[in-house]
């Protein structure tokens, strides 16, 4: 997508230094933009932990890409099969609760297992973290060809008047590789000319909403606008949404969605207002092996820090402010499971599918096993 006029994309390996992957740093967004250069395996694990780089599409990939610096920097003539093990065991140990970043590790992990050197351990992972650069790139597109056709049908109902969506966290380009899982179809539909105005739900506590996603709607010429996280039920009442459209982190094969913590409460304001409510997500966010209800995601909790304190602009400057009575404990539960039963659909690469089993599988049947039939 395009900043300041210049298409970017959120990974890449630098040109002329092969050695060197190259990401945005999400952290200083919308501020300052810049890149980062990551040189090693640790450095991309403390990238992913420490949320330069975000999103389950993109930490999958920057998973990938941390494999190829293991394989670049590893010692030896050849990497060892408990190199590799380890090295994907820490990688996946970075973020527990996107599923993309197991899929994408676990991948490379096995393809390398049968190189005989080093230099064909670092091919087989250079190869292997663009080609699920390329897979989630297109697939993102396809999610857009799909789900732009609910924007449009909503446009017609409407006889060409403004379609208002309301969206959570960031599931945009700048979490993905490309156009975004959530924003791909806002942005086919507004570049189709179709009226769009996103409702952005700031989304506390490191507000990726506020920070992200206003962000790169605007870069790209989408209306926008920013409301407090407790808004959306509110404007829902008033008849001034017209869908919801999330990302998610891990989806059950029963339709169920692990998104941003926050998410499951829109889904249940839609359903009071019967408003559509739709997951868009590539088929690595399916976790194939969850029950039904998603019990077993691990939710991450991160540190209260950025529940009590939040960052801004001050006088040209970032700086941190305490917003909490002191000495009161703080939680930070950073995801939540949205139940099946509140989700009108999934948009996928392969179309759009019901929220349950059946019509899953029928989507992706290659994925049903002994475990999940
Ligand atoms: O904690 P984050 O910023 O990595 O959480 C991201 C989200 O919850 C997104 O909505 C989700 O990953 C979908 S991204 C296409």
Same mark, same amino acid.
């Given at each position: 997508m395009r900043v300041n006029g210049r298409h970017f994309e959120t990974i890449w390996i630098n040109n002329q230094h092969p050695a060197v992957v190259q990401i945005i740093?999400?952290? /200083? /967004?919308p501020f300052a933009f810049q890149t980062e250069d990551i040189c090693t395996v640790t450095e991309m694990y403390t990238a992913i932990r420490d949320m330069h780089l975000r999103g389950a599409p993109l930490i999958g990939a920057a998973g990938a890409f941390g494999m190829y610096l293991a394989m670049v920097n590893a010692a030896g003539d050849k990497p060892e099969k408990q190199y590799i093990t380890d090295m994907a065991g820490y990688l996946k140990s970075a973020r527990p609760t996107a599923v993309n970043l197991a899929w994408a590790v676990d991948k490379l992990a096995h393809d390398l297992r049968n190189t005989s050197s080093r230099e064909a351990a670092v091919e087989t992972a250079r190869r292997g973290a663009l080609a699920i650069t390329a897979i989630e790139r297109e697939n993102c597109l396809k999610i857009g060809q799909h789900g732009v056709r609910l924007i449009e049908a909503l446009s017609q109902k409407k006889k060409g008047d403004t379609v208002h969506i309301l969206t959570h966290c960031n599931a945009g380009w700048l979490a993905c590789?490309?156009?975004?899982?959530?924003?791909a179809p806002i942005y086919l539909a507004h570049d189709q000319g179709i009226k769009v105005h996103v409702w952005v739900d700031e989304t506390r506590p490191r507000n990726q909403g506020a920070r992200l996603t206003a962000w790169e709607l605007s870069q790209h010429g989408v209306p926008c606008t920013v409301i407090a996280d407790n808004t959306g039920g509110h404007l829902m009442q008033q008849g001034r949404v017209d869908m919801v459209i999330v990302g998610s982190d891990r989806a059950s094969p029963y339709g169920d969605i692990c998104n941003k913590i926050g998410t499951y409460l829109k889904a249940l304001a839609a359903r009071d207002n019967n408003i559509p409510f739709y997951a868009a997500l590539p088929s690595s966010t399916f976790d194939w092996n969850l029950s039904e209800g998603a019990v077993e995601t691990p939710i991450e909790e991160r540190n209260g820090d950025e529940v009590r304190f939040i960052e801004g602009l001050y006088e040209g400057r970032t700086c941190s402010v305490d917003i909490v009575a002191p000495g009161v404990p703080v939680a930070n539960y950073a995801f939540d499971i949205t139940p099946a039963r509140l989700v009108t659909g999934i948009i996928t690469e392969r179309g759009i599918v019901n929220a349950d089993k059946k019509s899953i599988f029928t989507l992706f049947?290659?994925? /049903?096993n002994p475990v999940n039939e």
């Open positions: 740093d999400q952290r /200083l /967004l590789i490309d156009y975004g899982t959530a924003t049947p290659e994925n /049903l």
